[in-house]
Nanobody, 128 residues
Framework: QPQLVESGGGLVQAGGSLRLSCTASRVTFSNYAMGWFRQAPGKEREFVAAISMDGGTTEYADFVKGRFTVSRDDAKNTVYLQINILKPEDTAVYYC?????????????????????WGQGSQVTVSS
């Protein structure tokens, strides 16, 4: 099973940008579809973005509104989440998740229950 490690989080001022990375090991990364989720204090984990196994399909939560971009680099075993125009309400722990993508190479899931593998999370804090 894949081991997922997120990085790139930190303290950022509102209006700033950052890029989260999630690197997978122990597996053939190109066989997996990937997702990003977040959990703010006192709130449930919510979907942020997802990318299909073949990279051709992406899905975003409505609140993203063009500020987030998910991408993948299979040569580096890494999926990225670029976040622009950060807002204080983006403060959360961001998690990447993986699921085998063979059944539908073009499917990018919004459902956390469809991802059996999760990273440990990366804290993003946005100051106003």
């Amino acid at each position: 099973q894949p081991q997922l490690v997120e990085s790139g989080g930190g303290l950022v001022q509102a209006g700033g940008s950052l890029r989260l990375s999630c690197t997978a090991s122990r597996v053939t990364f190109s066989n997996y579809a990937m997702g990003w989720f977040r959990q703010a204090p006192g709130k449930e984990r919510e979907f942020v973005a997802a990318i299909s196994m073949d990279g051709g399909t992406t899905e975003y939560a409505d609140f993203v509104k063009g500020r987030f971009t998910v991408s993948r680099d299979d040569a580096k075993n890494t999926v990225y989440l670029q976040i622009n125009i950060l807002k204080p309400e983006d403060t959360a722990v961001y998690y990447c998740a993986a699921r085998i993508g063979f059944i539908d190479r073009t499917y990018a899931s919004r459902r956390p229950t469809e991802y059996p593998y999760w990273g440990q999370g990366s804290q993003v804090t946005v100051s106003s």
